[in-house]
């Protein structure tokens, strides 16, 4: 079980940290990714982290997010940095016990899924 936190209503230009508690380990798994939804847009992978600390950031958040993940407390982090209206959105914390790389996990899904917490950024 995946349970995500930290998402609120945050000016352009602040910052917000978003954490996903496991209710297991999180040791094994190979890849644990942010996810971003909006009413009009598709579910966008946002950033991953694999088992071996390197990451993947979708271009949009590249230089503004960073993921990272704390095996010994089973969470995984998303500090998000100089916000923008358009990352208003439900952000979803996934796991893959198999895959890592981008293709893969969206060819392939996760195997774990949160209920998502809401993010909003006013102009």
């Known amino acids: 079980q995946l349970v995500e936190s930290g998402g609120g209503l945050v000016q352009a230009g602040g910052s917000l940290r978003l954490s996903c508690a496991a209710s297991g380990s999180i040791f094994s798994l190979n890849a644990m990714v942010w996810y971003r939804q909006t009413p009009v847009k598709e579910r966008d992978l946002v950033a991953a982290i694999r088992s071996g600390r390197s990451t993947y950031y979708a271009d949009s958040v590249m230089g503004r997010f960073i993921a990272s993940r704390d095996d010994a407390k089973n969470t995984l982090y998303l500090k998000m940095d100089s916000l923008k209206p358009e990352d208003t959105a439900m952000y979803y914390c996934?796991?893959?016990?198999?895959?890592?790389?981008?293709?893969?996990?969206?060819?392939?899904?996760?195997?774990?899924w949160g209920k998502g917490t809401l993010v909003t950024v006013s102009s």
């Open positions: 996934a796991a893959s016990e198999r895959y890592s790389t981008y293709s893969d996990l969206k060819k392939y899904g996760m195997d774990y």
